[in-house]
T-cell receptor, first 113, second 115 residues
Framework: GENVEQHPSTLSVQEGDSAVIKCTYS??????FPWYKQELGKRPQLIID?????GEKKDQRIAVTLNKTAKHFSLHITETQPEDSAVYFC????????????FGKGTLLTVNP | EPEVTQTPSHQVTQMGQEVILHCVPI?????FYWYRQILGQKVEFLVS????????KSEIFDDQFSVERPDGSNFTLKIRSTKLEDSAMYFC?????????????FGSGTQLSVL
């Protein structure tokens, strides 16, 4: 089955700095890669996603890059703000798998004012 | 914006007891899921459900677990005889369509504590 590794497990940055979270996946048939943000005690919320036919996608301060050859994808947050503090999960899904998301272990991002 | 709703938000039970977790998916969604998250760990897939039957399940989803859509709106997860290791946050989710790229909406979760 799919295995998703995520690094780092914790990340602390100063407000205004950039943050990068990296994930690797094992199943070359995976073709959709969402990122979820989970604030303490709340539900995971989709913040950005990317399909395997695209190398990069950007939405305001958030961007995701995908390298299919190396089987890794990354989340980039620029101009971080304290409200960006949360746990971020990457995930991967194999096409035709009835939406069985395989999640990474999460990154606790802390943005210090 | 429509949301997936889950009840109760917290459930405390004794080991060996049966629990039923309730979910109301978004009304026009056709695919339903249960995920769980043990404290401090990643979110794990349990089961997906479509057209009144299980379409996929993980190795976690053993004979102690079952799902049901008893009416047109509710989607339940039953654990027949709870174990200590079943303590976790259980998330229900739904999506409108199957397939890559369709957004998965999560409920706010039920925190299950087995004593």
């Amino acid at each position: 089955g799919e295995n998703v590794e995520q690094h780092p497990s914790t990340l602390s940055v100063q407000e205004g700095d950039s943050a990068v979270i990296k994930c690797t996946y094992s199943d070359s048939a995976s073709n959709y890669f969402p990122w979820y943000k989970q604030e303490l005690g709340k539900r995971p919320q989709l913040i950005i996603d990317i399909r395997s036919n695209v190398g990069e996608k950007k939405d305001q301060r958030i961007a995701v890059t995908l390298n299919k050859t190396a089987k890794h994808f990354s989340l980039h947050i620029t101009e971080t703000q304290p409200e960006d503090s949360a746990v971020y999960f990457c995930a991967a899904i194999r096409g035709g798998s009835n939406y069985k998301l395989t999640f990474g272990k999460g990154t606790l991002l802390t943005v210090n004012p | 914006e429509p949301e997936v709703t889950q009840t109760p938000s917290h459930q405390v039970t004794q080991m060996g007891q049966e629990v039923i977790l309730h979910c109301v998916p978004i009304s026009n969604h056709l695919y339903f899921y249960w995920y769980r998250q043990i404290l401090g760990q990643k979110v794990e897939f349990l089961v997906s459900f479509y057209n009144n039957e299980i379409s996929e399940k993980s190795e976690i989803f053993d004979d102690q677990f079952s799902v049901e859509r008893p009416d047109g709106s509710n989607f339940t997860l039953k654990i027949r005889s709870t174990k200590l290791e079943d303590s976790a946050m259980y998330f229900c989710a739904s999506s409108e369509l199957r397939g890559t790229g369709e957004k998965l909406f999560f409920g706010s979760g039920t925190q299950l504590s087995v004593l």
